[in-house]
């Protein structure tokens, strides 16, 4: 007799992410208090324009210093309870993971990426069966290999707005006129 099992994420459509998956402080990637500290933010859209209020946005980085190895920490867990932490505080692990809120918004703190010109993404959201893939550029970087095979219109789908000093909009459509670009791997 076979033994039922229950579905796995990518088996199941949520919208479980947004409390299934976030753990304390997933979205302060550097560490508490650094002067570099920058803030890539932005909105998660469906097809219709509307929020998506429990969507999971993941984003994954090197190090301001071009390392691409991390720290340990972003789970740790209370040696007494068990219970899931979070990160130290103090540690850059290059790795985020944040759900959005009910008006769809999502935030992390993080550090300018070394040698990259941009954040990679994935997006976990209701209604996808495979998270999907993207990049946040911090600029528009001339002679990037994707942006530069993207028209203009395309292009800035990939583009974060910059707003203040130090502050990032990123909006991610995932679907629609002015669907961001979403990569796929093979």
Request: glycine residues 12%.
């Amino acid at each position: 007799m076979p033994h039922a099992h229950a579905p796995t994420p990518s088996q199941t459509v949520g919208p479980f992410y947004g409390y299934a998956l976030p753990f304390p402080g997933g979205g302060e990637v550097a560490p508490a208090g650094h002067a570099d500290t920058i803030t890539l933010h932005g909105y998660v859209f469906d097809g219709a324009g509307q929020p998506v209020p429990d969507a999971l946005i993941e984003t994954w980085q090197p190090a301001p210093d071009c390392s691409r190895t991390g720290a340990p920490g972003s789970l740790r867990h209370d040696p007494v309870t068990g219970r899931v932490i979070g990160r130290d505080g103090v540690a850059f692990t290059g790795f985020g993971r944040v759900p959005t809120d009910a008006d769809g918004h999502w935030a992390v703190r993080t550090m300018p990426p070394g040698g990259v010109s941009y954040v990679s993404v994935a997006v976990f959201a209701r209604g996808l069966l495979h998270h999907l893939y993207t990049r946040a550029y911090l600029v528009d970087e001339p002679g990037d290999a994707l942006l530069g095979s993207l028209d203009a219109e395309r292009r800035s789908t990939l583009i974060a707005r910059s707003e203040t000093a130090r502050t990032y909009r990123f909006d991610i459509r995932l679907q629609g006129a002015d669907e961001t670009v979403f990569l796929e791997f093979g």
